[in-house]
C-alpha cells in the first residue's frame, strides 16, 4: 500500500471517510489533506501529526506500509505505559535542572 493509500485508508476508517474531521483531529490543511490522498504531495510530512491526534496507529505500518494498521489494546497499553514513564523522567530531570540553577550550577 502507497503513502496516499494509506493516510486515504485512516481517513475512511478513524473519521468514517470524513475528510473534514480527520484534518481538524490532526491539524493538518484540508486541501493538504486532499493532495495526499491524491499522492500528489508527499503525505509522510503529516505522518507524526496523524500519529499524534491518532495513538491506535502503528508507527511501524505508516512509515512503512508493514504490519497492520492499528495497535491491539495490548501493544496500546505498552505505548501508553512507556509514554507515561518517559514523562515522568521528564519531570524528574526538569526539577533537578531547577535544582541545579538554583544553587548556580
Aim: contains cysteine.
Amino acid at each position: 500500500m502507497k503513502e496516499n493509500e494509506r493516510i486515504d485508508y485512516l481517513v475512511n476508517v478513524l473519521a468514517g471517510g470524513n475528510a473534514r474531521r480527520f484534518a481538524d483531529a490532526t491539524g493538518i490543511r484540508p486541501d493538504c489533506l486532499s493532495r495526499a490522498r491524491k499522492g500528489t504531495y508527499r503525505p509522510a510530512s503529516y505522518f507524526e501529526r496523524i500519529l499524534s491526534a491518532y495513538p491506535d496507529v502503528s508507527r511501524e505500518w505508516l512509515y512503512s506500509g508493514e504490519g497492520v494498521p492499528l495497535l491491539s489494546e495490548k501493544e496500546k497499553g505498552e505505548v501508553l505505559a512507556k509514554l507515561d514513564a518517559l514523562e515522568k523522567e521528564v519531570k524528574r530531570l526538569a526539577r533537578m535542572v531547577d535544582k541545579l540553577t538554583k544553587i548556580g550550577l
